[in-house]
């Protein structure tokens, strides 16, 4: 069920207790924003404009993925200088709580979370579990999903993990071997490529990963004792197809926001797969595992979903669900945040939808 919905050239959006918390961007060189708190029915209760900066009460950057409403009541978010700050979701007031760590036992200083692509994260009864990936990570695709403390202390690795090369990387490196002009790939499914996919089982001490999205494969990793174990889903990906209008939209979001100088250096070619990717999302609720597939229904915006109960992974059937045409969604227990790319005036702007999801009854 829908219970929000805002058009904003924004960061974030979360659902809490008291109401909405969006976060906006008043320039685009993120100088300058805005948190605005609204209520449930969509009316303004209070806003608050202030200056990026990395005073304690200051807020530098902070995305969807890197801002969550923590079991203490209040928004935690990571800003762009390595602090964790909290925001409070009822006078949106900023407090810096410390400066994070990156040093994980056994594995050395130099690991932080996606700086290449989001970083998911998941916090509960003060425990976090996240990913984090090295300097090396644009050669190797190696991260490292991880657990620690909600004030990022303690890391534990609990498994490593690699994504496949993308086809623009790929792209981009033959044209330097050729010499000339650099080309690459417009990926429309290139952020999600790279996004950590997963979903936490609090209850069962299990989380439940994508490591693929162009395979039909789950990954169930225990956190305690940290074996994993892969299961194939049962769909023929040939037939999921994809339609060029929402392709074409991207290319030329893409385009709009790439500098000319870049433009004149790297010839872009628009990148359409034979069929869409197997999988795009995943999502524990309750006592059930749902699977977002790349079957998708592109005029209504919905993606097939599979239901699987837990811990037997049952299948129970399958229905549709909202999914963004920017692939940037967010789930935290009930609710379920899509960034969708809109068009507005000759300029692009972000649509955030908030959906609260209820398990229904067995």
């Not at 004792?225 to 037939?239: A, M, P």
């Not at 979001?253 to 000319?260: D, F, H, L």
Request: glycine share 6%; with cysteine; aromatic share 12%.
């Amino acid at each position: 069920m829908k219970i929000f919905q805002i058009d904003l050239y924004g960061r974030w959006c979360l659902a809490c207790p008291n109401g909405i918390v969006c976060s906006e961007n008043l320039d685009r060189n993120n100088r300058e924003y805005k948190f605005s708190l609204y209520n449930y029915s969509g009316a303004l209760i209070r806003d608050r404009r202030l200056l990026a900066g990395q005073g304690p009460t200051d807020i530098q950057g902070g995305n969807l993925n890197t801002v969550w409403l923590s079991s203490s009541g209040k928004i935690s978010c990571l800003d762009v200088g390595g602090y964790l700050k909290t925001i409070n979701p009822e006078t949106l007031e900023v407090q810096t709580i410390a400066k994070l760590s990156n040093v994980i036992d056994g594995y050395g200083s130099r690991y932080t979370m996606g700086r290449i692509s989001g970083s998911h994260l998941e916090e509960k009864d003060g425990r976090i579990v996240t990913t984090f990936e090295s300097s090396g990570f644009p050669e190797d695709f190696t991260y490292y999903l991880v657990s620690c403390t909600n004030t990022f202390q303690n890391f534990s690795v609990i498994a490593t993990e690699r994504k496949e090369k993308p086809p623009s990387s790929e792209k981009l490196e033959e044209s330097r071997r050729k010499g000339g002009p650099l080309e690459s790939f417009v990926d429309y499914y290139g952020r999600l490529r790279l996004e950590r996919t997963f979903s936490v089982d609090w209850k069962r001490d299990m989380v439940y990963l994508i490591p693929d999205i162009e395979k039909p494969e789950v990954e169930r990793i225990d956190l305690k004792n940290k074996q994993k174990v892969k299961y194939q889903i049962d769909i023929d990906i040939e037939n999921f197809l994809v339609e060029r209008g929402e392709f074409d939209l991207y290319n030329e979001y893409v385009a709009s926001e790439t500098p000319e100088i870049l433009k004149q250096r790297i010839k872009s070619t628009l990148y359409i797969p034979t069929h869409a990717s197997a999988l795009m999302g995943t999502m524990v609720v309750g006592d059930r595992l749902l699977v977002i597939t790349g079957n998708r229904n592109w005029k209504k915006g919905e993606n097939e979903t599979l239901v699987y109960k837990l811990p037997s992974l049952e299948y129970e059937g399958s229905f549709f669900i909202p999914f963004s045409n920017y692939q940037n969604t967010k789930w935290y227990d009930p609710y379920y945040i899509n960034v969708n790319r809109i068009k507005k005036d000759e300029d692009y702007s972000w649509r955030y939808e908030i959906y609260r999801l209820v398990e229904r009854s067995s």
